[in-house]
């Protein structure tokens, strides 16, 4: 069963259009079963915390962790689910699927105009000066926009990746 949770009891249970919940109001921790989820809902703009990236190993600290930072938790262990408030119960394998899951219990899903997250580590990005080298990974950014990671440095354009990100998204 695929649901917001709320201490076990299914809120959204029996309403018709669930309420949409956006990359400004809502910051997720994301299980480490779902990490490739975590990518996508950057690329949308959520502040998505990877467990895996910050040591959450055990469903206490991913309790904790959820509860003084108000984060909403994705997962797919039923048990974290029921004693994590507010969480999303996922049940699907597949990230297509587990996006389909999302958008059916009321998250928005689009890219942002433009990268707000970095999809490597969460950190917000910053635009890069025309004028300012990037590695040799990254195109000009006298040729097209490019964002910077302030935490980890990685460099992000509007390339094959978003527009592959976009079409999945799209065929949600």
């Known amino acids: 069963m695929t649901g917001e949770t709320d201490g076990g009891r299914d809120p959204l249970a029996?309403?018709?259009?669930?309420?949409?919940?956006?990359p400004a109001d809502t910051a997720l921790l994301v299980d480490a079963m779902l990490g490739k989820l975590a990518t996508y809902l950057r690329?949308?703009?959520y502040d998505a915390t990877y467990a895996g990236e910050r040591g959450?190993?055990?469903?206490d600290r991913a309790v904790a962790v959820a509860t003084t930072e108000g984060r909403v938790v994705l997962t797919r262990d039923g048990e974290l689910a029921r004693r994590a408030e507010p969480s999303v119960l996922l049940t699907s394998r597949e990230v297509d699927d587990q996006l389909r899951e999302l958008a059916a219990a009321g998250f928005a899903l689009a890219l942002a105009d433009e990268p707000v997250r970095c999809?490597?580590?969460n950190g917000p990005l910053e635009g890069v000066d025309r004028t300012e080298p990037t590695p040799d990974y990254a195109p000009p950014p006298r040729e097209q926009p490019v964002w910077r990671c302030r935490f980890c440095g990685q460099h992000f354009w509007k390339g094959?990746?978003?527009n592959d990100v976009a079409?999945?998204?799209?065929?949600l």
């Open 14 to 22: 029996g309403e018709a259009d669930p309420p949409a919940r956006t």
């Open 43 to 45: 690329m949308c703009g």
């Open 56 to 59: 959450v190993e055990t469903d």
């Open 119 to 121: 999809s490597a580590c």
């Open 160 to 162: 094959s990746h978003w």
């Open 167 to 171: 079409e999945t998204l799209a065929d």
